[in-house]
Nanobody, 119 residues
Framework: QVQLVESGGGLVQAGGSLRLSCTASGTIFSIKGMGWYHQTPGKEREWVARISEGGATNLTRRVQGRFTISRDNAKNTVYLYMNSLNPEDTGVYYC?????????????WGQGTQVTVSS
């Protein structure tokens, strides 16, 4: 019932910035939290950030002070503002959304967007 499409990835030098976007379509009114995961090649997927439907945010310690998550419900979009990027931030960033239907929660994923940080 929910489709997620990410954009904004690319190649950036260390210390640079990127803004990732994830736009949802479908039953938008039923979406609860949204957020981002990061996966480095050869490693497991790591949670990065989340934002509730009311705007409360949480970030993993690794990116606190550098990344910011926000959402624009009018545009059905969640953003990840990434500043002071370093090579460890390289990887695929996946958007997720928690969808409530019939009092049950479902997790939906986007296809991912590649971020490469050069040193």
């Amino acid at each position: 019932q929910v489709q997620l499409v990410e954009s904004g990835g690319g190649l950036v030098q260390a210390g640079g910035s990127l803004r990732l976007s994830c736009t949802a379509s479908g039953t938008i009114f039923s979406i609860k939290g949204m957020g981002w995961y990061h996966q480095t090649p050869g490693k497991e997927r790591e949670w990065v950030a989340r934002i509730s439907e009311g705007g409360a945010t949480n970030l993993t310690r690794r990116v606190q002070g550098r990344f910011t998550i926000s959402r624009d419900n009018a545009k059905n979009t969640v953003y990840l503002y990434m500043n002071s990027l370093n090579p460890e931030d390289t990887g695929v960033y996946y958007c997720f959304a928690v969808h409530e239907r019939a009092s049950r929660f479902q997790l939906h994923w986007g296809q991912g967007t590649q971020v490469t940080v050069s040193s």
